[in-house]
Structure formats: structure tokens, C-alpha cells
């Protein structure tokens, strides 16, 4: 019997330069092919592309938030300092960040130039304060203790 995995998300966009520039420039994933200056193939790792993004033009409607649909993507890391550094990154170039403690991850959410709610985690059911399973409650997860893993106090 097949065991299917998921391999690729496909976004539109409303211009593909500048979605290219914020997927590689937030996300470190790099071009893998491009097709007519409309479609870019982006990658982290060893497949072709994990993401696609196809323009559509300025005048494109928005992702609907308040429907059914995707809700974000997710991206993971591999450790709270790679969470850290990433955090460092996205704040620096003035991208909204909402982070929580899942107990079982530490996520943060933010979203793409046209709305696309994405999400870095990173695992933490190991950690001395991780859960085994999501219960349905988060705890806060300040900008400090963020920082605090790449050695670096806040306030």
C-alpha cells in the first residue's frame, strides 16, 4: 500500500521577485528553478522545491482568513537557537512576529508580503519543559527567553 507524504506547498503571490527575495531572505530557502519570470521552485533542503509560487498580479485577491482553507504553513528548525536566530532575523527587518510556547514547540507566526500565515517551530517535547502531546494550551514565550538563546538579555 502507497504511504503518501506531503511535498510541496503551492502558494500564489502577487509579484514573484519580491516573494522570492522574502522566502530566501527569512526562510534560507534557495531557488531551485524558475520558470517565464511567473514561477519559482524554493528549497531548504535535498528535494527540488518544499514551496512554488506562481504570480498573479497586484490586483489579486487575498488570502481569506475567516474561511476554510489553509490556516499557515510551517516551517521547522532544527533547535531553540536556530528558533532564536530566525526570531533575530524576521525582527530585525521589521516583520511582525507572534511567538508562543506550544509545550510540545515553540512556534511563531508571521505572515508572507500577501498574507499567507506561515509558521518556524521548533520541537521541544524532549526539552525538561516539553510536553509529549499538544493539550490545547500555550504558555508565553517572551522576546527574552528567545533571546536569551543566543546568549543575549533583553530589556
Given at each position: 500500500?502507497?504511504?503518501?507524504?506531503?511535498g510541496?506547498?503551492h502558494?500564489?503571490?502577487?509579484?514573484?521577485?519580491?516573494?522570492?527575495?522574502?522566502?530566501?531572505?527569512?526562510?534560507?530557502?534557495?531557488?531551485t528553478?524558475?520558470?517565464?519570470?511567473?514561477s519559482?521552485?524554493?528549497t531548504?533542503?535535498?528535494?527540488?522545491?518544499?514551496?512554488?509560487?506562481t504570480?498573479?498580479?497586484?490586483?489579486?485577491?487575498?488570502?481569506q482568513?475567516?474561511?476554510?482553507?489553509?490556516f499557515?504553513?510551517?516551517?521547522d528548525?532544527?533547535?531553540?537557537?536556530?528558533?532564536?536566530?530566525?526570531?533575530?532575523?524576521?525582527?530585525?527587518?521589521?516583520?511582525?512576529?507572534?511567538?508562543?510556547?506550544h509545550?510540545?514547540?515553540?512556534?511563531?507566526?508571521?505572515?508572507?508580503?500577501?498574507?499567507?500565515m506561515?509558521?518556524?517551530?521548533?520541537?521541544?517535547?524532549q526539552?525538561?519543559?516539553?510536553?509529549?502531546?499538544?493539550?490545547?494550551?500555550?504558555?508565553?514565550?517572551t522576546?527574552?527567553?528567545?533571546m536569551?538563546?543566543?546568549?543575549?538579555?533583553?530589556?
Amino acid at each position: 500500500m502507497y504511504q503518501p507524504r506531503l511535498g510541496h506547498a503551492h502558494l500564489f503571490v502577487r509579484e514573484l521577485q519580491r516573494s522570492v527575495a522574502f522566502y530566501t531572505t527569512y526562510l534560507n530557502l534557495r531557488v531551485t528553478e524558475t520558470v517565464a519570470e511567473r514561477s519559482a521552485f524554493l528549497t531548504g533542503g535535498g528535494l527540488h522545491h518544499e514551496l512554488a509560487l506562481t504570480a498573479k498580479g497586484m490586483n489579486a485577491t487575498p488570502p481569506q482568513s475567516d474561511g476554510v482553507g489553509l490556516f499557515h504553513l510551517a516551517f521547522d528548525v532544527p533547535d531553540k537557537r536556530s528558533f532564536a536566530e530566525a526570531y533575530q532575523k524576521l525582527i530585525e527587518g521589521n516583520v511582525q512576529v507572534s511567538p508562543v510556547d506550544h509545550q510540545i514547540g515553540w512556534g511563531m507566526y508571521f505572515r508572507d508580503p500577501d498574507g499567507n500565515m506561515l509558521e518556524i517551530y521548533c520541537d521541544t517535547r524532549q526539552e525538561s519543559d516539553g510536553a509529549p502531546q499538544w493539550r490545547g494550551e500555550n504558555r508565553t514565550l517572551t522576546p527574552s527567553r528567545i533571546m536569551a538563546e543566543l546568549g543575549i538579555k533583553e530589556g
